[in-house]
């Protein structure tokens, strides 16, 4: 079984099973952190700065990949360590913070569910720079599988959940009395080509990366995460006064860090031992696992468009993987 084929060539069944079942868990914490992060809310507001809950983020995955060098989990490499191998993975970590800081200044220049809809053309981008840095050509059917992942993306976002609140007889709440017009500024447009150009890039560089080294996972991801803690860091510290760094966490808070972490470690062993596509059908699925958790508790109630989105990606999933 090839990875193209959602798995990795010359695997048992027992590493086989667990490698599905670490491709389940991902997807499953992709799925919690939107509504893990709606049970932060106070007030209907996050009550910490999102710098600090990146940068914690960051560095547990650190502490956890050192700790898995230390206590011999993987093994160090042989020889005087290769920290020249270290700098690529700057790049990386660059990438994935303008990448991070660019969802933030694109809400400035379009409506919330504009975002949501169009920034799924990063599936796009991630299988133009897979086909181009990697090399790897896609079949038409393989090509139809993620259009299906890209229209499913925009299906859920354009209403894939629904507030019973909006539903009821009478005035509409507050909140939902002027929602937000569907707008989006020609730099804001730009702005969000840049986005997916970006997004589509850093997965797959960081992909090639992983996979041309002959390195531990772990030592590779304690260079790349050692980046992207300075580089936190210092957008931390320069985004001027607000809450400390752990002012405002509470018990949901330090699960959302904790989950992203794990996810991000896992993540990297997709990177490493799968593909940027096998990604993409990861967060794909998580919109499942996200409905579902959002209506057990958060209360919203799921609509025809999450079971059209759902119907889609089960349908892309088959045409990407299924026997040709």
């Not at 079942?21 to 509504?35: E, K």
């Not at 090399?135 to 894939?160: P, V």
């Not at 772990?218 to 752990?246: C, D, E, R, S």
């Not at 967060?283 to 579902?292: E, I």
């Amino acid at each position: 079984m090839s990875v193209e084929d959602g798995g990795i060539p010359g695997l048992g069944r027992p590493r086989q099973a667990r490698w599905t079942l670490m491709l389940l868990l991902s997807t499953a914490m992709y799925g919690a952190h939107a509504p893990l992060l709606a049970l932060c809310h106070v007030d209907g507001q996050v009550p910490f700065r999102p710098s600090s809950a990146v940068l914690l983020t960051e560095l547990t995955k650190l502490l956890l990949c050192a700790f898995s060098l230390l206590v011999g989990w993987q093994a160090w490499p042989q020889g005087s360590p290769p920290w020249r191998q270290a700098v690529p993975f700057a790049l990386s970590a660059l990438l994935y913070g303008a990448n991070n800081n660019l969802v933030i200044y694109l809400q400035r220049y379009m409506d919330p569910s504009t975002y949501q809809v169009l920034s799924n053309l990063k599936i796009g981008s991630t299988a133009l720079f897979y086909c181009l840095c990697l090399r790897h050509r896609l079949s038409a059917r393989q090509g139809l599988a993620l259009l299906l992942l890209m229209a499913a993306g925009a299906c859920y976002a354009a209403g894939g959940l629904q507030d019973p609140r909006n539903t009821l007889p009478g005035p509409p709440p507050a909140a939902a009395a002027s929602p937000m017009p569907l707008h989006i500024t020609p730099l804001g447009l730009l702005l969000l080509i840049l986005y997916c150009l970006i997004s589509g890039l850093s997965s797959v560089y960081t992909e090639l990366l992983m996979k041309r080294q002959r390195l531990p996972l772990a030592l590779q991801n304690l260079f790349l995460y050692t980046f992207g803690v300075l580089l936190n860091l210092g957008l931390h510290a320069g985004g001027g006064p607000g809450p400390g760094l752990l002012e405002g966490f509470s018990g949901w808070a330090a699960l959302v860090v904790l989950s992203q972490a794990l996810n991000g470690l896992l993540m990297s062993a997709v990177m490493k031992h799968g593909s940027s596509i096998t990604r993409l059908f990861v967060v794909s699925c998580s919109l499942v696992v996200n409905a579902m958790l959002s209506a057990a508790l958060l209360r919203l109630q799921l609509t025809g468009a999450f079971f059209l989105a759902t119907l889609l990606i089960g349908l892309a999933v088959r045409l990407y993987y299924g026997s040709r």
